[in-house]
């Protein structure tokens, strides 16, 4: 019988563990770079292009429900825009946004402070990881 609770337990500690740490560890790895990115925008001298306090708020509480914070550069949207215009807005980037990728992954999008968006996504989106394609 000891044999069998050995076993039992070193079966237990094996099976569950490892695949919850790593999820967790992915999970909090996300939140933190999503936030880090966010605190980057908050340092520096002020200036004009800078998401304004509330709009950080905002995104801040998009991570808080499980949102990924993207950085996409102006050149990037421009590509992806259905009638190769320059994107100068926050809406007409969020609409190219939702053109090529739906409404539902593309949360929020905000300009940073180096000209390129801020853009909040779900992590997942048809049971795959959303991520940007170069």
Do not use: E
């Amino acid at each position: 019988m000891a044999t069998t609770n050995r076993t039992w337990n070193k079966t237990k500690r094996n099976t569950g563990s490892h695949t919850n740490y790593t999820t967790l560890r992915n999970y909090w790895q996300q939140k933190i770079n999503s936030y880090r990115t966010l605190y980057t925008q908050t340092q520096g001298t002020s200036g004009a292009g800078r998401p304004s306090p509330a709009t950080l708020k905002t995104f801040g509480h998009w991570i808080d429900k499980g949102a990924v914070i993207h950085k996409v550069s102006a050149a990037q949207i421009n590509r992806w825009s259905p009638t190769n215009r320059k994107c100068t807005t926050i809406t007409t980037a969020k609409n190219t946004l939702w053109h090529k990728f739906g409404k539902t992954p593309i949360k929020a999008v905000c300009k940073s402070k180096g000209g390129s968006y801020l853009v909040a996504t779900t992590p997942m989106y048809k049971g795959k990881y959303f991520k940007f394609p170069c």
